[in-house]
């Protein structure tokens, strides 16, 4: 039913507005506009001496709720207050909002009865304060303008993410939030949609709408003034849909393409969204996004968490005895700066009090935590049930969890719990427990990593000749989901797996069975890796080693940790927390198989604000990980991307790799600051004393000068067998360029040499050029990419190449050569004395007239073999005079890159005659042109020609209609040998400039 309003609301408001003669000519037409309406119409007298209070009485009193607004709405246009007109509807708007008040009741319900919180709602306030005004003011000022916006709210399972959306959900409802911005805030579950296999948003958006409210398509004819806002993504089993957006919201549509549409903005982009996004779900879909903001859970702060414990006990005394239990154990006070971890605790001991039990929870990981909350709640909860009925429940709420992970299932019917064996007086017992929650005639488990938690306790209970159930995986299924892409639910059943086949978790929770726990899932979950190794050797798998690194710790067994660990050759992890590099530690302390090592640490050597690890300890965990490069004979790789270190941890590092029994062959350190490095002695030690070491790349890392002069002097030293030297993106000065040369003239050892993205300049190029020429430098490769060089430059590199007969690969990229810089590059090649075999020009200001020289430098003696000319304006015109170079006999180039070249049609004939008749030509880059399907044809009909010898064809075919990709795939068909790919090269020239290992 719709709201009324008193004479002092919105009524009152838009008859002050009018003036005297206004409100005059409003009383004249409301005699005779009720009629229209079917309304009886207010007596004139009544009307001719009402003042403006009296006639926002006698319209609410005779017109009561939307009927009065009507009136109004009618008369105002009449009397030409187009603006009041205006400022009514919005009246109407955010005033008779049945949807609204229905939202009101049902998050009140669920803020009481669902929450795990234990405390008044003014000091969950308080904690939510700083986060709560980010959030206020995060959509904009609706009186500035109503911009659409995208923000997460990240954090980690059971931090408190629900609760926090539940609580902005009840506050807009109740009208303390974007009261004057949104008039409509949808709260979608995304888990319910598991089960969907189509649906419209207008659908979706309607099933919590009130009969009484306004018809949907009128709200969404305002959708700057819609919020969505979205949890359950980890619950999420579908993954989005991203390349068949769709704008109509009325539309019936998969599930992935509706989600996929809504967060790329293509359907209501002038809405805004509200998403909850854990650690996974981060990685996801974070990147889909269009300009989020990002704000994290506000956690519970220490005063809070003591108010918590009050409210939770009630009694005084057990309050005070629970909270001196808990702030003896650091840990276990951390974990309760999360709701959900500080309901856990509270409830376990509450249970322990009543017992008269000693007060214990185990703390040495999330499954000694959650066994002991469980154990607690089962001890006082089936202490009247024997223990033969204690284990048909427990197994059949244990299928219920299983099954329902397996089958992305959260919310239970009652078929559900019949299948599983859970009968309704089994389901009253868990719920009265709170294991379980009823919502009418469904059940949900308390949390989702309760439910996790009892569906790893499954594979315990089932025993090892149980027969194979139909819908729950096996324990190598549940090892592949928990380390690779699999849902966050599925890797949370694995997580807890680890933790349970340990002998003291297990023990603890066979006090509940009369039936022996299954003894031997380490085995299993042994096997399950092996398993899973094999399969990696013959397709790719990406593997999450966060998580596998957090189950294996979970275990904290050296024998599982060990033969677990020994499966992988290749690691790749991210330390940003302190958890994470406790965890990393222990890990790879029992990594004895290891050959290369990924790694970026940061935010753990700088202060530790809550003091959880003192310096000493910090270092003991950075020597676990050190230990890894001397702990077995094939580590041979270590990449460190980004690490922010100190100097003590610098000096253990280094060390480390100095060690007589490290085998590093490949060290790459792209540091965000170069502070320890450069100027640490043991950095130099390490380079030199290691006689396995060949590669270095220390791309990104900013230099000093005096950085730069010492590096080199360690380069220059006889035993430094360095080959590959990347320093792309060094801060490298011109002044630095004189160390480097003499570098080149010293090291008999370095091949290759990556200077890309640095300021050399042309006086910088000279010094290297100089020591090019000389007969003692024995470099093969070198990169000079986006080096601020000129066409001047041009004049020292081709004297150099006119001595060097070692230098095979130059390239010289994104530098302002011009076509006569090439020209003269282009002349010296072509004497048989230079055995340049790849000249790399991309973007360097070149037109179709340098394509004479270079078409000159293709018919001659030269041992040039790869031309790469992509992102210049070579044109149909230079194309073409390249084609007819490519024709000729004496033409031996083997690859030739014309992508980004602003070729069209006009030179495709060209092209497919150099396809057919061209017999050295065995890649060919196009990539980035506007051929239009009449180009590719013609290419097409000369690659199906039995002449045509072409291996590699860049071309993205995404870029081309259904019809040229049909063309593409039947020529590949046809010639098995000729691979069509977009940037055939990218990877190999990252490779080797050092963008990439």
Known sequence: MAESFSSDSGLLLCLKELRSEEFWKFKELLKQEPLKLNLKPIPWPTLKKASKEDMAVLLDKHYPGKQAWKVMLSLLLQVNRRDVWTKAQNEIINKINPYKSHMKEKFRRVWEKETCLAVPDEVYQDCIKEEYEHLSGAYGDREVQEIPATVVLQGTGGVGKTTFLRKVMLEWAEGHLWKDRFTFVFFINVYNMNNMVETSLAQLASSDWPESAEPIEEVF????????????????????????????????????????????????????????????????????????????????????????????????????RALSFVQDHPKLFAICKYPLGCWMVCSC??????????????????????????????????????????????????????????????VFQPEDLQRNGVSESDAALWVGMQLLRRNGDQVTFTHVCIQGFFSSLWYLVRGPHCQAHPTIGSVAQVVEMTVTLAPTYLMQTGFFLFGLCTEDIASEMQLFFDVPLYRNIELEIIEGFRSLSRTAASQPLVVRFKELFSSVFENQGEYLTTKVMDV??????????????????????????????????????????????????????WQDVCSVFTAGEDFSVLDMNGCVLDNVSHTVLWKSLAHPNCGLEKLVCRYKYACGLGNDVHFFRAILHNKHLRYLNLHGTNLTCEQVKKLCEILKHPFCYIQQLMLGKCDITQECCTYIASVLLHNKYLKLLSLIENPLMNRGALKLCNALKQRACHLQNLLLKFCCLTSATCDYISQALNCNILLSVLDLGSNALKDEGVACICNTLRYPCCNLRELWLSNCYLTSVCCKALSALIISETWLRTLKLRDNKIEDAGAKELCAALKHPNCKLKNLGLDLCELTVACCEDLASVLISGKSLKSLNLDGNDLGHDGVAMLCEALSHPDCVLQVLGLDRLMFEEKTRVLLRAVEEKKPHLRILPQPWEAEEDRMRGVLL
């Not at 033969?388 to 992970?405: H, N, P, Y």
Request: aromatic share 12%.
């Open 221 to 320: 004819s305002r959708p700057q003034r819609v919020l969505f806002m979205m949890n359950g993504f980890e619950e999420l089993k579908c993954h989005l849909d991203l390349s068949h957006p769709c704008s109509d919201w009325r539309q019936q549509l998969p599930v992935p393409v509706l989600l996929g549409s809504l967060l790329r903005r293509k359907m209501l982009p002038e809405s805004s969204l509200l998403l909850a996004l854990g650690s996974i779900t981060m990685k996801k879909y974070f990147y889909t996004l269009q300009y989020p903001q990002c704000i994290s859970v506000p956690v519970l702060s220490e005063d809070a968490r003591k108010v918590y414990f009050s409210h939770f006990f009630g009694e005084e005394h057990r309050a005070a």
């Open 349 to 410: 001991l509450k249970w322990q009090m009543e017992r008269g039990d000693q007060l214990s929870i185990g703390i040495h990981s999330s499954t000694a935590l959650y066994t002991s909350f469980v154990a607690s709640v089962l001890k006082s909860g089936l202490k009247h049930v024997t223990l033969r009925q204690s284990t048909a429940k427990l197994i059949a709420l244990c299928a219920l969890a299983a099954e329902g992970t397996w089958m992305d299932t959260f």
């Open 568 to 621: 992988f050759q290749n690691i790749d992890i991210c330390i940003s927390q302190m958890n994470d590099f406790l965890i990393s530690a222990f890990c790879l302390k029992y990594t004895y198989n290891l050959q290369q090592l990924h790694m970026t640490v940061e935010n753990v050597f700088q202060d530790d604000r809550e003091h959880t690890f003192d310096v000493s300890q910090k270092l003991d965990y």
